[in-house]
């Protein structure tokens, strides 16, 4: 069994920033991608960004709307990843789940936090 824990959203004013933090903790095999994903009501879940694990490089990818200001890194030794969140906008209100792709095992979600950035 796997299980995610994320922590850090919250309530933050338009230009403001926010770090995010998931930690995979259980039965961790090899992990091949660390990402976050968010979901607002009525739309899917949509990628935010990932990386690559260890043997991946750590290869980032970013979805057109973050790019600039959404950052994500990883601490393998941890099972970690992170999400600096800057210049954050109405647009960016969301529930952010955090996802973890292993080796030969599959996909994993985290339970989501809440990101709400005001106007």
């Known amino acids: 069994q796997v299980q995610l824990v994320e922590s850090g959203g919250g309530l933050v004013q338009a230009g403001g920033s926010l770090r995010l933090s998931c930690v995979a903790s259980?039965?961790?095999?090899?992990?091949?991608?660390m990402g976050w994903y968010r979901q607002v009501p009525g739309k899917e879940r949509e990628l935010v960004a990932d990386?690559?694990?260890?043997?991946?490089?750590?290869?980032?990818n970013y979805a057109d709307s973050v790019k600039g200001r959404f950052t994500i890194s990883s601490d393998n030794a941890k099972n970690t990843v992170y999400l600096q969140m800057n210049s954050l906008k109405p647009e960016d209100t969301a529930v952010y789940y955090c996802?973890?792709?292993?080796?030969?095992?599959?996909?994993?979600w985290g339970q989501g936090t809440q990101v709400t950035v005001s106007s």
């Open positions: 990386i690559a694990g260890f043997s991946g490089g750590g290869v980032t």
């Open positions: 259980g039965r961790i095999s090899r992990i091949l991608r």
């Open positions: 996802k973890v792709m292993l080796f030969s095992r599959g996909a994993y």
